[in-house]
């Protein structure tokens, strides 16, 4: 299915948040220590001033406004809140391995995994069931609150 413009913000958030996985992945896949703590704090920077405002204008846009055209327990709205939830956990421990420099390796393995499956979800499932459940003007009034500064 061919994403809908007024999605396009969130799909090109996607992107750069798979490039940090892959990252995060390689990095945790070597056994090049010092690379790969540059690359945790690196993520950890990429989640506090991007990733993390993501997730709320989805939580606080996106999803509202598919619950108010099918139910607040949607598949997609539950799948969506508890992988956020699984991630954000994720991130906390990649923050504290950082500090305790151990098991960064694993962490890093985790979060990457969990990232990229949860980008392909909503790609996959979340945004195709929005498209095809939200009307059109609604759609375009999403776009104007994820694109407002």
């Known amino acids: ?3 809908h413009k007024s999605l396009y ?3 090109h958030d996607h992107h750069h948040a798979l490039v940090q996985a892959k990252n995060l992945r390689m990095a945790s896949s070597s056994s090049d220590i010092p690379s790969l703590h ?3 704090i690196d993520f950890i920077a990429y989640w506090d001033t991007s990733l993390q405002l993501h997730f709320r204008q ?3 846009i996106l999803l509202p406004v598919l619950s108010q055209y099918s139910s607040p327990d949607h598949l997609e709205i539950i799948g969506t809140l508890k ?3 699984d991630i954000q956990q994720a991130v906390s421990q990649l923050r504290k391995n950082i500090e305790q420099e151990a098991a960064l390796a694993e962490e890093g393995q985790k979060l990457s995994a969990l990232l990229s499956m949860h980008i392909r979800y ?3 499932y979340l945004f195709p069931a929005i498209q095809e459940i939200v009307p ?3 759609l ?4 104007r609150h994820l694109t407002e500064k």
């Open 1 to 3: 299915m061919k994403r």
């Open 9 to 11: 913000p969130l799909s």
């Open 38 to 40: 540059r690359i945790a």
């Open 58 to 60: 989805e939580e606080e």
């Open 83 to 85: 992988q956020h939830d």
């Open 122 to 124: 909503e790609e996959q």
């Open 136 to 138: 059109e003007e609604a």
């Open 140 to 143: 375009w009034e999403i776009n």
